[in-house]
């Protein structure tokens, strides 16, 4: 991708730009999420601190790889330029972009990576695409949009179609629990609850309480073919 955009905008290869990475302290990304990582969660707590002790040599393994690669900077051609968000602010007239920090895609030490939330804010309104965060699943992302409190939330939910397979009931419930913690203590009047969720035919089951609170508050929780006034294409 990266290589396409250089030799179609720059006239020149992604070699030819890659630079030689500074190199980097990574601490323990648990830090950063300190109510997930102190939560008790009774008898499988000791098995979950099994996983953080396995995740964080990974997560260094990783970190080790990322300091010996070079890096793809941020590039500027005349037609195009291309930034890199993370942890940024952007405004375009009246409209405002802000991007947070890589989050764990779904669970601590998901080996699928990091994604990033995004919040657009326009005429005193807010909204938030939460990204890829299975729920969320973790706590101190719940947390984050509780504070934010925006009007509308775009939440992709827990992945139910793979309830016992990469989906543990333990991390259903942390699922299903932060969302219906959102809908509690924000002001939001409509949540696009969708992404993972259509994925089988019973999500709305598995995920009741999150609908429940939703009608009991008098907040619209839809799908997003709800939302346009469409049935959900469910697979399976």
């Keep these: ?3 396409n955009l ?3 905008f720059g006239k020149v290869s992604l070699d030819d730009m890659l630079q030689k990475r500074e190199r980097k302290s990574y ?11 102190d939560k008790d969660f009774g008898d499988y707590d000791q098995r979950r601190r099994e996983l953080f002790k396995k995740g964080l040599k990974w997560f260094k393994g ?9 890096v793809i900077p941020e590039l500027k051609f005349r037609d ?3 930034r890199f968000p993370e942890g940024k602010e952007f405004k375009f007239g009246r409209t405002k972009l802000r991007f947070t920090l890589p989050l764990f895609h779904g669970i601590e030490f998901s080996r699928v990576g990091w ?9 005193g309104e ?8 299975d729920g969320p699943i973790i706590e101190d992302y719940a947390n984050w949009i509780i504070r934010e409190n925006p009007d509308v939330l775009i939440l992709d939910g827990p992945m139910t179609y793979m309830l016992g397979y990469l989906t543990t009931r333990t991390t259903m419930n942390r699922a299903v629990s932060n969302a219906v913690r959102i809908l509690r203590k924000t002001d939001v009047r409509l949540m696009i609850y969708d992404h993972h969720l259509p994925r089988e035919p019973k999500f709305k089951e598995w995920t009741r309480e ?6 009991r508050r008098g907040k619209k929780v839809l799908t997003a073919a709800e939302f346009l006034g469409k049935r959900p294409a469910v697979l399976g």
């Design 1 to 3: 991708f990266f290589d």
């Design 6 to 8: 250089c030799r179609s």
């Design 27 to 37: 601490g323990n990304p648990l830090d950063e999420i300190p109510h997930a990582r």
């Design 62 to 70: 990783r970190a080790k790889k990322w300091n010996s690669a070079k």
């Design 80 to 82: 195009i330029e291309i």
């Design 115 to 123: 994604v990033f939330a995004t919040v657009i804010e326009y005429g």
């Design 126 to 133: 807010k909204l938030i695409h939460s990204s890829d965060l």
């Design 210 to 215: 999150v609908w429940d609170e939703g009608k």
